[in-house]
């Protein structure tokens, strides 16, 4: 029987034993961390991951756990609508809505569905042989058939596998993180500011997840993170002020401040031998079309349909083009969050809200090729 070894215990990792084991592999997933609890954050989840994860039987857990995006779009930080769409029209075209759930829930749904042994964690993979899938732990040696480095952004195998290769590059916005329980129903959307953007998604059981970002230097850190948010964004339109006070009154540490990367220099490959590179160490990119994790779990399932049915070569000739594609889009409307000039930003609002004007199809059309995809046959 085949023998894979995943390094790296998130979503795509997960996601690819996952995929492996129902294929008939033998899998063992290696993680540096003593636990596999993630960060505190929300997640989208897009009707193309929904569709990777239906492969794995997983989708309809995953649409229980989650609320469904109703009514979504931008704002201006006084409340005025630029665009709007709805879940009902996304479910038209696209077979299924943008859900959101805590990312927490997804890694534990995946992770009960791997073969009992097969996690191993406080487990850290040290040297990876490409071509004798021979990897070296801190605990022993073990030998793959395939190896899947899915050990994120500042992947060792990616450096090993490509030395010399640019790595992600500061996208000049760092981020901010929190999930809260708030007393009243709230919307889902971002607020697009000067250089700055807040965005709400409401999560079942009475939680919300928000999300911030602002043009700043890399490596800026505040004393109080939740007083800093409440400094940048305090004065924007209802329910921004009363999310922040509900996560200044849940104390130190409930928000979490990362900057953002980008991989601007696409890999030649995303495999070399017996090892396949997947989601952020492949290919790291913004969150702005919400397609990190979507593009992991993406990766996952094609790469178990390759490694199955033809090679790792298959596999980057089937992800390169796509990903590198959608990292481009993503940094693209980084920049555009990035704009401080009034005069730029009068405009780039009056583009949106004209596209917001023509429709929901003029809005849609843009995400087609990324929300429309189908996993393998």
């Not at 030998?143 to 899915?150: G, K, N, P, S």
């Not at 004393?223 to 329910?239: I, Q, V």
């Not at 969050?337 to 949106?352: K, Q």
Request: glycine share 12%; aromatic share 6%; hydrophobic share 45%.
């Amino acid at each position: 029987m085949a023998h894979a070894v995943v390094i790296g215990a998130g979503i795509g990792g997960l996601t690819a034993a996952v995929a492996l084991e129902r294929r008939g592999w033998t899998v063992t997933v290696v993680e540096q961390a003593p636990s596999i609890e993630p960060v505190g954050s929300g997640l989208a989840v897009a009707p193309n991951a929904l569709k990777a994860l239906d492969t794995l039987g997983a989708g309809d857990e995953v649409r229980t756990l989650s609320a469904v995006q109703g009514e979504a779009g931008v704002r201006r930080p006084g409340g005025r609508w630029l665009s709007r769409t709805s879940a009902e029209e996304a479910w038209a075209r696209y077979g299924d809505p943008t859900v959101l759930l805590l990312r927490s829930a997804l890694v534990d749904l995946l992770a009960v569905r791997l073969s009992p042994g097969a996690l191993r964690v406080n487990t850290r993979a040290e040297v990876v042989d490409p071509d004798t899938g021979r990897v070296a732990t801190n605990a022993g040696v073990m030998d793959a058939d395939l190896v899947v480095a899915a050990d994120g952004i500042r992947s060792a195998t990616r450096k090993a596998l490509f030395p010399g290769h640019p790595e992600p590059a500061y996208a000049g916005v760092t981020s901010w993180r929190f999930v809260v329980p708030f007393g009243r129903r709230v919307g889902a959307g971002e607020t697009w500011g000067r250089g700055l953007v807040f965005g709400v998604m409401p999560l079942a059981g009475g939680q919300v997840y928000c999300y911030a970002t602002a043009a700043v230097p890399a490596g800026g850190r505040a004393g109080d993170e939740g007083a800093e948010l409440a400094r940048l964004f305090g004065s924007w339109h209802d329910p921004i002020p009363g999310l922040l006070s509900a996560v200044r009154d849940a104390g130190p540490g409930a928000v979490l401040r990362h900057d953002l990367y980008s991989m601007d220099v696409p890999l030649p490959a995303y495999h070399r031998g017996r090892v396949a590179l997947l989601g952020d160490a492949a290919h790291a990119m913004t969150p702005h079309l919400g397609q990190g994790a979507c593009q992991a779990i993406e990766d996952a399932v094609v790469l178990a349909h390759h490694a199955s049915e033809g090679t790792p070569a298959s596999y980057t000739a089937d992800r390169l083009e796509r990903t590198t594609r959608i990292v481009r889009r993503s940094r693209a409307i980084g920049r555009l969050t990035r704009w401080g000039n009034p005069l730029a930003v009068s405009a780039r609002d009056a583009t949106m809200a004209l596209a917001g004007r023509l429709g929901p199809n003029v809005v849609f059309r843009q995400f087609d090729d990324v929300f429309g995809w189908r996993p393998p046959a």
